[in-house]
């Protein structure tokens, strides 16, 4: 395979670990980058996370997909539902805001166009993308947006029915480690607490790790396996 398939984690506004990882990846015309979503609030500049992904658009195949946090966000700034705002301003919305001036109409339309252009899904052809969770009866296009954007991973989650290895975040591992199943892997590292922005390359393995600080996890801080 002459390109790449990485996805990443959760960013939550956490500029300065995006930008670490990328540069560590170094991403090629050919490759596919799959940001997971919930690329927006909690961390301290979604506004650097949002130029940073237009300007990764130019120079690689990226794939955004929509988290709950981009839902929440356009749902308070293009509705005139109060609840919605109040409901945003308590998961993160403060942070994405202030990244902007505390002016929301300071948010460059481009920005915005971006999160509303953002996908349900992804799908090749050995894996599934997804934010949060899925039936594993449904095919992606019938999944019900409570299940791809909200539900978090359950204990023992099934395989999709498709066979393929499914690939999410959302549900956070604090421990900063990737919880990988076999037929579910989920690379929410915790960026935005005391974890990592997480990338993985579904094919080859190959895992990177930046804190919001944007120091590389280095292979001799990795936790060792027990024989």
Partial sequence: MSHRVIAVGDIHGCAEALRGLMEVVEPQAEDQIIILGDYVDRGPNTR?????????????????????????????LLTSQNASLEFWMRCGGE?????YGGDATDIPQSHLDFLQQALRYHETDTHLFVHANFASHLPLEHQPDQMLFWQHLGIDPAPHKSGKITILGHTPQITGEVLDLGHVICI?????GSGWLTGFDVHSGEIWQIDKQGQIRLTDEWPCEQE
């Fill in 95 to 99: 942070e994405t805001l202030a990244s």
């Fill in 48 to 76: 650097d996370v949002l130029e940073q992904l237009l300007e990764l658009k130019k120079s690689c195949q990226l794939f955004s997909l929509a988290g709950n946090h981009e839902v929440m966000m356009l749902d308070a």
């Fill in 188 to 192: 929410d590292t915790f960026c935005f």
